[in-house]
């Protein structure tokens, strides 16, 4: 069976980092398209960043030049490093696995940004 765990969320100011962490059990990520999404209270879910199995990088625009989503090959851990978070980026972060026939979500860690 396969399953989604991120780590590494918490409480920050504005301006300060995180670093986000997607493992996996019953399936390798490095051969799988992975994605980060997030949800903010009242608003639908949004995607942030992905990577592809071939290491093509995408991200969302208003994550673009602050968070760096990317692979540790000996782990099998997708992570999300996220600098200079701001107020909206307050928001539970899935991850997100691109499988066929059918995708795995994880269970969200949160990260909540104050002033």
């Known amino acids: 069976q396969v399953q989604l765990v991120e780590s590494g969320g918490g409480l920050v100011q504005a301006g300060e980092s995180l670093r986000l962490s997607c493992a996996a059990s019953g399936i390798v990520l490095s051969r799988h398209h992975v994605n980060w999404y997030r949800q903010a209270p009242g608003k639908e879910r949004e995607r942030v960043a992905s990577?592809?199995?071939?290491?093509?990088?995408d991200y969302a625009d208003a994550v673009r030049g602050r968070f760096t989503i990317s692979r540790d090959i000996d782990s099998d851990t997708v992570s999300l490093q996220m600098n200079g978070l701001k107020l909206e980026d307050t928001a539970v972060y899935y991850c997100?696995?691109?499988?066929?026939?059918?995708?795995?979500w994880g269970q969200g860690t949160q990260v909540t940004v104050s002033s």
């Open positions: 990577t592809t199995s071939r290491g093509i990088i």
């Open positions: 997100k696995l691109n499988t066929y026939p059918g995708d795995y």
